[in-house]
């Protein structure tokens, strides 16, 4: 039997991103094993037949809590020799493949989710993880990568393979979760919500942080709700940033029309009530939001970043906004929120766009890469 080890730094980051490419290990009778923090997910994972083994990795590259982690890494790797190693998230993936250089452990793949170094990056992003990367490419036989940037960045890197450089569609998208069902009432949602017919909703899903960058999308609507006041803007989500984006609603006078719904576990409901979705982030790998909001068939609006370009064409699929630019947010609000027939165009090209980033069809690209590095 194989033995497959996967690595990251949290226990959610396999129930949330990838519960199918463990279905799809074991369904070729291998043998599962996660390394990661242990947390609320855990249980869930066990109980698919996964052997959880619970390293307390730290996000940040400084921690000594990494020592730790190393030793229990070796002791693990020593002990079980694996016949394949995936890593993913940047810290938990250094210090795996340093591991499995060290206790000779192959072959080892790396899926970069996002770079942490990348076109507009702070300068100690670029001081800390771009090095490490570097170096760790090294001890790598496949890097996986998600996005286009990425993608070129990764061919300046040395790998252990010449061949191991590879692109996939993100990690993969249910889409019949997000289509909207035939039977569905739209009308009728917006009302159950506490909306009328005529209000058009704008919808953003996100963590409630400075890289999400909801400040943008509320500036831009200060502006718009003075053109057009029939727009409400749908804030999901929980984080830090949220009583001081709450407190500014206030200040703004605005609140009738920003609403902020906290988590939910009704999104695609959401998504299937709104207009179009926005999403102003700083930072993005490629953001499973707006994949979300594409599947739903909603025209889409986001920063001109890394990961949104990969998703969307300016003037096709949505509209590209620069960060901080209260006036062209503004703008694209206004214009996608009309039932255009350019906007009626963009709700059929979003849902012909994400289906290559469907969970077939990434489990097929992972099934290519896999079969190259494991025999099963």
Known sequence: MKKILLIASVDFHFTSFHIPYIEYFQKRGAEVHIAARSGERTKELESMGVIFHPIDFSRSPYSPKLFRAFAELKNLMEK????????HTPVAAFLGRFVAKITKTEPVLYTAHGFHFYKGAPILNWLIYYPMEKMAARWTHGLITINHEDYERGKSFHLKRKDGLF???GVGLSLENYSVPQNFDKEAQKEAMGFKESDQLLVCVGEFTKNKNQRQIIHAMQEVLKIDPSIHLLLVGRGEEEEHLKSWVEKLNISKNIHFLGYRRDIPEILWAGDAFILTSKREGL???VMEAMAAGLPIIATDIRGNKDLITHGE???LVPIGDIEKTKEAILKIMKDSEQVKEMRHK??????TYSIEN???EMDKIYRIFINM
């Open 80 to 87: 079980e020799r694996f016949d394949l190693v995936h890593v």
């Open 167 to 169: 692109y996939v569609h």
């Open 287 to 289: 953001p499973r939001a």
């Open 317 to 319: 699929e949505g509209y």
């Open 350 to 355: 979003v849902k012909e766009k994400i289906k």
């Open 362 to 364: 990434t489990l097929l």
